[in-house]
């Protein structure tokens, strides 16, 4: 089964539309959890890292927060530079870092 | 940007060839890795290295071997391509292991026919 499930798989925005990405995840003994933002004919590019539940980052429009069961990507008043894919993953134990599927943001001006 | 340059950016090859990808660092990080990335799929992570000559394998590391003779190098082979390894493989590097963050080269688009 899963570990880690993002939702939407897509997500449309008009600029200024704030909105929020979900990543939640089912492991156990979470370690580190990881926000990256993906371009077209790119490699992921790192965001964030959180580490427990109750912390937050913040990177311009970006915010994200997590808690014991997922992890929030806020976006406020986005614009159309800030279309991408956004991938979510999740570091456990001593287990390989699990990727999430993404989801696919496009901001509309 | 971390210094990561994966080669060759682009590949087409046929069916039961030899293939060699390569990725190189200029950040002398320990880790190394190698992911694919398919539609419908997360990344999948292939093989790892923790240190010269030092590798593990990954959640989906059949058909696919790596080689690390030097810290800046991480080489993943294809020793007989099949169609199914159709994918785009990232090499990503972190200092060390467990919540440090991975940092990515821009990938190889490499096609089985």
């Known amino acids: 089964e899963d570990q880690v499930t993002q939702s939407p798989e897509a997500l449309r925005l008009q600029e200024g539309e704030s909105s929020s990405l979900n990543c939640s995840y089912t492991?156990?003994?979470?370690?580190?959890l990881f926000w990256y933002r993906q371009d077209p004919g790119k490699g992921p590019e790192f965001l964030f890292t959180?580490?427990?539940a109750g912390e937050e980052k913040e990177k311009e429009r970006l915010k994200a927060t997590l808690t014991k069961k997922e992890s929030f990507l806020h976006i406020t008043a986005p614009k159309p530079e800030d279309s991408a894919t956004y991938l979510c993953?999740?570091?456990?134990?001593?287990?390989?870092?699990?990727f999430g599927k993404g989801t696919r943001l496009s901001v509309i001006a | 940007d971390a210094g990561i340059t994966q080669s060759p950016r682009h590949k087409v090859t046929e069916t039961g060839t030899p293939v060699t990808l390569r990725c190189h660092q200029t950040e002398n990080h320990r880790y190394m890795y190698w992911y694919r990335q398919d539609p419908g799929h997360g990344l999948r992570l292939i093989h790892y290295s923790y240190g010269v000559k030092d590798t593990d394998k990954g959640e989906v590391s059949d058909g696919y071997s790596v080689s690390r003779s030097k810290t800046e190098d991480f080489l993943l082979t294809l020793e007989s391509a099949t169609s199914s390894q159709t994918s785009v493989y990232f090499c990503a590097i972190s200092e060390a292991g467990g919540d440090q963050p991975q940092h990515f080269g821009d990938g190889t688009r490499l096609s089985i026919l």
């Open positions: 993953a999740v570091q456990a134990g001593n287990t390989p870092l699990v």
């Open positions: 959180l580490y427990s």
């Open positions: 492991v156990s003994g979470l370690r580190g």
